[in-house]
């Protein structure tokens, strides 16, 4: 499976933007990139997914290298909810293989 | 709509007993996926379901196998329970058929096991 690379940790203020990096040099064409989240107690939670172009949603945008090898999600107004472990995956969308692989993740701390 | 429902919420159970968890996926999905986590190893998958047939494995022993019923329901059974199987078992639900059009999942609140 093609990996990737997370910071450990990341602080942000409340109500301000924040920015999750995540490196995937070894992406392949047929990989979709997913971002989950897991706040305490719960079980990770949908926030974005995209293939080639930066996607919006309600929750976050996604921003996605020209060359695929790096992604960033992106909070636009942090809020204290907003505390939990973020996970970037790589998904291979052609069906072979399409099991999430979750690495450690990025645990964010948002300071009121 | 409901979410992804798991039962029971918690469990004991003791070495050697077997186990089965059930999980409902959101209405219209038909894709099921079982996950496991620890402190110690995180998120690992289990298997994913579709359409009753097991479209995917992870690498875990045979004790822990798992079936979907032609709702959409899956349970997963661990026999021969070990101290080692204490962990958080979440079940995933898609919409789409497994790994087409880059679907997002669905997870449930889990079902807290420990082995005693």
């Known amino acids: 499976d093609a990996k990737t690379t997370q910071p450990n940790s990341m602080e942000s203020n409340e109500e301000e933007p924040v920015h999750l990096p995540c490196n995937h040099s070894t992406i392949s064409g047929t990989d979709y990139i997913h971002w989950y989240r897991q706040l305490p107690s719960q079980g990770p939670e949908y926030v974005i997914h995209g293939l080639t172009s930066n996607v919006n949603n309600r929750m976050a945008s996604l921003a996605i290298a020209e060359d695929r090898k790096s992604s960033t999600l992106i909070l636009h107004r942090a809020t204290l909810r907003d505390a939990a472990v973020y996970y970037c995956i790589l998904r291979d969308h052609t069906g072979a293989n399409s099991k999430l692989t979750f690495g450690k993740g990025i645990t964010l701390s948002v300071r009121p | 709509k409901a979410g992804v429902t798991q039962t029971p919420r918690y469990l004991i159970k003791t070495r050697g007993q077997q186990v089965t968890l059930s999980c409902s996926p959101i209405?219209?999905?038909?894709?099921v996926s079982w996950y496991q986590q620890t402190p110690g190893q995180g998120l690992q998958f289990l298997f994913e379901?579709?359409?009753?047939?097991?479209?995917n494995k992870g690498n875990f022993p045979g004790r822990f196998s798992g079936r979907q019923f032609s709702n959409s329901r899956s349970e997963m059974n661990v026999s021969t329970l070990e101290l080692g199987d204490s962990a958080l078992y979440l079940c995933?639900?898609?919409?789409?058929?497994?790994?087409?059009?880059?679907?997002?999942?669905?997870f449930g609140s889990g079902t807290r096991l420990t082995v005693v």
């Open positions: 995933a639900s898609s919409l789409g058929q497994v790994g087409r059009n880059g679907y997002g999942y669905t």
């Open positions: 209405s219209g999905h038909r894709s």
């Open positions: 379901y579709f359409s009753e047939t097991q479209r």
